[in-house]
């Protein structure tokens, strides 16, 4: 998918060229049959047609993606809910958010994230989760300074219909 992102006309004036963002990615997912574990994962790629002007703070690629592995641990009808299951999960992401070199130095762009969160979910239905999750995260700067870690507890609803 992608696309013009800029005002590039204003009544007639021309302010600059069109300038696009295009993102090409990989979906996959899949439930392993005799354990019910469920799979689901993407790897995504961003190109985007940055201004030469801007700084090389602004990244013209970008890549990321993660892998979701879910494994049900009890299926039965539970607080009145008849296909309801609760379940254990781990979820591996990276993104970087700035692909390529420094023009000056040749040396790497780092700015990126790579995250560890496992998990537990009770999910109602196949359509409704509630998740609770600890995430572990390593954020390299710019610069590529030693990553800053951080940790965090998550609760999520998700539904869909």
């Known amino acids: 998918m992608g696309g013009v992102y800029n005002k590039f006309e204003d009544d007639g004036l021309t302010l600059d060229k069109k300038r696009r963002a295009d993102i090409f990615a990989i979906d996959f ?22 201004p ?23 299926k039965k009808k539970m607080f009145g809910f008849e296909k309801a299951s609760f379940n254990v999960a781990l979820r591996v992401e990276y993104v970087d958010w700035n692909i390529g070199t420094f023009n000056e130095t040749g040396q790497n762009i780092s700015d990126d994230v790579f995250s ?11 359509q409704t989760v509630l998740r609770l999750n600890y995430r572990y995260q390593w954020q390299t700067d710019i610069l590529g300074n030693p990553a800053s870690k951080t940790a965090a507890i998550q609760f999520g609803i998700s539904s869909y219909f």
């Open 52 to 74: 030469d002007t801007y700084t090389q703070q602004y990244g013209n690629k970008q890549q990321g993606g993660f892998i979701d592995i879910v494994q049900p641990i009890i």
């Open 29 to 50: 997912n899949t439930t392993i049959p005799k354990a019910n574990t469920v799979i689901t994962a993407e790897w995504a790629w961003t190109f985007i047609d940055v």
């Open 116 to 126: 560890i969160v496992p998990a537990i979910s009770f999910r109602t239905s196949q």
